[in-house]
């Protein structure tokens, strides 16, 4: 994985900063020292802020809810906002609505 960016963005200015990846991986080594990587995916993750910018939390998308969008503090972020920046730029179709 190369420069996933910020685990937790909290930039509350700007709605497209909410959808970031976590890098997951098995790492295994082999009986002779080699090591072996292995099952490489990104899991999807949005930060979710509240209103009033006093709390900061990270959701698995597939665990992320349109009531949680609603409520979120950062203006202009939504969950079709969310949704489409996961289709354009994580690339993980399978997992969406």
Same mark, same amino acid.
Not at 19 to 42: A, C, F, S
């Given at each position: 994985?190369?420069?996933? =960016?910020?685990y937790i963005s909290?930039?509350?200015?700007?709605p497209t900063s909410m959808v970031g990846m976590?890098?997951?991986?098995?790492? /295994?080594?082999q009986p002779n020292g080699e090591i072996v990587?292995?099952?490489?995916? =990104?899991?999807?993750i949005i930060t979710h802020i509240n209103a009033n910018a006093s709390d900061v939390s990270i959701y698995p998308w597939s665990e992320? /809810?349109?009531e949680l969008a609603a409520v979120h503090g950062t203006p202009g972020f939504t969950y079709a906002l969310a949704q489409?920046?996961?289709e354009d730029y994580v690339c993980i179709k399978d997992i969406l609505d």
């Amino acid at each position: 994985f190369y420069c996933l =960016g910020n685990y937790i963005s909290s930039m509350t200015g700007n709605p497209t900063s909410m959808v970031g990846m976590l890098g997951r991986l098995t790492v /295994t080594k082999q009986p002779n020292g080699e090591i072996v990587l292995e099952n490489p995916e =990104g899991v999807p993750i949005i930060t979710h802020i509240n209103a009033n910018a006093s709390d900061v939390s990270i959701y698995p998308w597939s665990e992320y /809810t349109k009531e949680l969008a609603a409520v979120h503090g950062t203006p202009g972020f939504t969950y079709a906002l969310a949704q489409k920046l996961i289709e354009d730029y994580v690339c993980i179709k399978d997992i969406l609505d």
